[in-house]
């Protein structure tokens, strides 16, 4: 039977055995071995200790291994079983898990991937480029108006801010035909590709009908965010419910118990995510600069059947750091600048142009 | 306008008013004020820091104020503004909101809440007693039998462990009539209220159709993992899909960095849990007493038309934990005794008629 094996970080304990087997327990039949009185219990469904490795600072990095079949190819109880209730205990962190194939499996991921959004933009050969409609509480016109000046300027994809969602002053139902017409209109004009993303969450009701106005008004891509949404209901929808790319938020992902590159690199792919924005170092956020281009390397790496989804570094990023973003993820990728193109104000056009024309170029040797 | 306070703490930081302007421009409006030219945005959508403490440990107690008009509420769009981006920022974690009453009306909170609670499983003047099925592993047949004998002992609740869903072994649709008549027949023969809880996860289309097995079997009271299953499809399923109470089980739920009587607390709460299960301090994980007791005075306390939702402290328990659980909790809780309970083996009948016997008896004065 296939085991996976999932990987903790677990702070310095002198009784680190004794630890790494209670972490074996909680994570599959959270009992003491004393309560289980089945064989095959015992033999295959209790998590075993794979193994035990000191880490520079004390801590540990600890293998435990489960069967798969406790998990079944389910989105939720991928995630209870990975990082359920051990995510309550302040000692453990976890660092990867290594999905064997009977599990992969039961996971079509991207439906795009990075070749879709290309062929959906026209975008090749060079990393993609992606703004932000900002700030809420514009309303629906302003949204649209502003949407068309930054399709003009050459962009491959616009998104919503993720915090505009279905307010009063901009609601959905209203402003997501206006501001694809308005970027239809660009299109013509520039001779363009850029596709609008509209962000859709709430719950399944609300996620139901924007589905399908996305649907009735020929959207190209949509934002999720899966953390918040929730990852099973995040995956049930890029296999079932859209068929349009998925760019997945980082919101609420709050990466300091999750290591970004499992969470962001790897699962989110495993869930569906055609793109999957991340923090990027040296902008708002301080991850350090490996464990970004550690993620997007998840991202783009062999996953079996698995198609790769574009990384999105963003976060406060600015056009001084194109050059720097090309050396880190070269071609595959997508630069992300919400606010460093919109502080141009009334120069917004030229500084799209900018961008677009210094993410074209080719990286120096 | 109405504007909810959230309070955050943010590690020592040499200047943090810049950083609690920062904090505020992201959980808002994220872009530069420079990038703003609409005058009512900058008036009443930009976050507002409201005030800034200094905590005894050198961090910093930091109130922000956003505009409830940004949120609509909406539990997605709830999580965002509140800890959405700011989540992914190494040095802050989300203490407290303070949710002002245009914003909580929007929210119905629990349906049956303790009262309803008590009358499903008549259980007055004192706390009520739960356990859990485990361990994941074991067919229909030996769940059902081993909850017969559960409920055989006079408990009031009866949950799955989290663990066990819909895995081949003891799939959903074949578990629940088989636990639920097993249950059932205790009743039958003991003149008790006992009730099955049977664990409810996945994506929508897993939980829609394991709600309708709920509602056809006549099974009392469902087990959701909200932050497994995401916050929005958790708040939409306990007013809307369900009309039975919720027990709501924290896994996932450190995977955040948001204060547990907050998170368990208050919004879950919100959310519409009407018990709540939170590890207990001196179990298996390590959360301070005082951290329990505040989540627990969270739950019950007065919150305009949100009704009382029950503690349900667990993790670990065992029966000599019961009076100090009563020391802490009062009445109005509930004492989940999962594997030791189960270590009893043979002798469990008898180890369940003394933890009844043991929450019956009165405090100790």
Known sequence: MDRVNIIYRVERNANIRERAKAIAIEQSVEVPLAAI??????????????????????????TISLATETIGGETAQLMSMIYGNISLAEDVQILDVDLPDDLLAAFPGPRFGIDGLRKLTQAHGRPLTCTALKPQGLDSDELADLAYRLALGGLDMIKDDHGITDQAYSPFAERVPKIQAAVARANRETGGHCAYVPSVAGGPRKLREHCRIVKEEGVDAVLLIPMIIGLPVFQEMTAEWL??????????????????????????????????????????????????????????????????????????????????????YGEDAMFLIGGGLLTARDNLLARCREFVEMVKQPVAA
């Open 37 to 62: 009185t089945k064989q095959r219990v015992l033999d295959e469904i209790v998590g075993r200790v794979e193994r035990i490795e000191d880490l520079p600072d004390g801590a540990h990095r600890v």
């Open 243 to 328: 068929d349009v790319p998925v760019l997945a938020h980082p919101g609420f992902g709050g990466a300091q118990r999750m290591a970004p590159p499992l969470f962001f690199g790897k699962l989110l792919r495993l869930f569906g995510a055609d793109a999957v924005i991340f923090v990027n170092h040296l902008g708002r956020f301080t991850w350090p600069r490996a464990t970004c281009e550690a993620t997007a390397a998840n991202l783009t790496g062999a996953m079996r059947h698995v198609k790769p989804a574009l990384p999105v570094p963003a976060g406060g990023m600015t056009l001084d750091r194109v050059p720097d973003m090309k050396q880190s």
